[in-house]
């Protein structure tokens, strides 16, 4: 009997297509919580958008998931599953390093947008006005230092771009370690010391328990005074209430956010009145035709390997 894969990703009907055309499966696409929990039983596999294995799909998984063998996540992020839990007899894979150009270009735009002062130049303008007396100094990437907290795919992306402008990179990651792409990588007991030498700090780490809040006061403290802030990775890495005050009291000359913590912000939240904040609706990762090629192939790739009984690429859990 062919192995049954699902297609939990309600609106990615390129993946739907290159699935539904092989032959040594059996495919069905579903679009709702309640969809999964009617076809889980006779499921195998599950190829799905990261984000969405939340507690409930988790509890789903342990109560009817009982032949699925493999989860394939679409997403590089994989704290779902971290936090929630898979049953043993599952394995997880993700993307990979699929998004990592992409997330890369998103976080370095959100940086040399801040570091070039870019958003304050939007009011004048609605004014019609030449205005060059901007209170924030105008800064560059060229020999500045820039910290990368974790140092996988999306971070050695960003690290090759940032030294196309001319900066000094420093990673952190767990452990250190040389890079061909990176003045330094150091292991994470070193942050404080380094954020004190950083001009900019751009954070693409996973979210884990020790990660969960890493930058916070703390961490804005240590940072050089004018410096800025990119996060691409998750908000609950940084502290909203502390990265609320370094704003409000001008320690942190910017911050570009992709994801906040609460994700998305109540209308009524202080973050949306800080200044200096520029905020995207975790949106680096959309928008690419390379990025959907790379992840469909990777796709069909374990498909094939999950099927032979052959070792899956990209094993997180």
């Given at each position: 009997?062919k192995?049954?894969i699902?297609?939990?990703?309600?609106?990615?009907?390129?993946l739907a297509d290159?699935?539904?055309?092989?032959?040594?499966?059996?495919?069905a696409?579903v679009?709702s919580?309640a969809?999964l929990?009617?076809?889980?039983?006779?499921a195998?596999?599950?190829v799905?958008?990261?984000h969405?294995?939340?507690a409930?799909?988790?509890?789903?998984?342990r109560?009817?998931g009982?032949?699925?063998?493999?989860?394939?996540?679409?997403?590089?992020g994989?704290?779902g599953?971290?936090?929630?839990?898979?049953?043993?007899?599952?394995?997880?894979?993700?993307?990979?390093?699929?998004?990592a150009p992409m997330v890369a270009?998103h976080a370095?735009?959100?940086?040399?947008a801040?570091?070039?002062?870019l958003?304050?130049y939007a009011?004048?303008?609605s004014r019609h006005?030449?205005?060059r007396d901007i209170?924030?100094?105008l800064a560059t990437l060229e020999?500045?230092?820039?910290a990368i907290l974790?140092y996988g795919?999306i971070?050695?992306?960003?690290?090759?771009r940032?030294?196309a402008f001319?900066?000094k990179?420093?990673?952190i990651?767990?452990t250190g370690?040389?890079?061909?792409l990176?003045?330094a990588?150091v292991p994470?007991s070193r942050l404080?010391?380094?954020l004190?030498e950083?001009?900019?700090?751009?954070?693409?780490?996973a979210?884990t328990e020790?990660?969960?809040?890493m930058i916070?006061?703390?961490?804005?403290?240590a940072l050089?005074?004018?410096?800025?802030l990119?996060n691409?990775a998750?908000?609950?890495?940084v502290?909203?209430?502390?990265?609320i005050e370094?704003?409000?009291?001008?320690?942190?000359?910017?911050a570009?956010?992709?994801?906040t913590d609460?994700?998305?912000?109540?209308?009524?939240?202080p973050?949306?009145?800080?200044p200096?904040?520029?905020?995207t609706?975790?949106?680096?990762?959309?928008?690419?035709?390379s990025?959907r090629r790379r992840?469909?192939?990777?796709?069909?790739?374990n498909?094939?390997?999950f099927?032979?009984?052959?070792k899956?690429l990209?094993r997180?859990?």
């Open positions: 009997m192995p049954r699902l297609l939990w990703s309600p609106h990615d009907d390129y290159l699935l539904g055309a092989l032959p040594a499966i059996s495919f696409r679009r919580m969809e929990a009617e076809a889980l039983p006779d195998d596999g599950i799905m958008l990261g969405l294995y939340t409930e799909t988790a509890v789903l998984v109560e009817k009982r032949r699925l063998r493999w989860i394939q996540l679409t997403t590089a994989y704290d599953i971290t936090f929630n839990g898979v049953p043993e007899t599952v394995s997880v894979t993700n993307a990979g390093h699929s998004h270009e370095i735009t959100l940086l040399t801040l570091t070039r002062r958003h304050l009011e004048p303008q006005v030449f205005d209170a924030l100094p020999d500045s230092t820039v974790g795919g971070g050695r992306e960003t690290a090759r940032a030294k001319g900066a990179v420093i990673a990651a767990r370690r040389d890079d061909e990176a003045d990588v994470s404080l010391t380094v004190a950083a001009d900019s700090l751009v954070v693409t780490a979210l020790q990660t969960r809040g916070g006061a703390r961490a804005f403290a050089k005074p004018n410096a800025v990119v691409i998750r908000g609950a890495i502290d909203t209430p502390a990265l370094a704003l409000n009291s001008g320690r942190l000359a910017g570009g956010l992709d994801v609460p994700e998305p912000p109540p209308p009524d939240h973050l949306w009145s800080c200096n904040l520029i905020v609706p975790h949106v680096s990762g959309m928008g690419s035709a990025v992840i469909g192939a990777l796709v069909v790739a498909v094939g390997r099927v032979a009984g052959e899956l990209h997180v859990a």
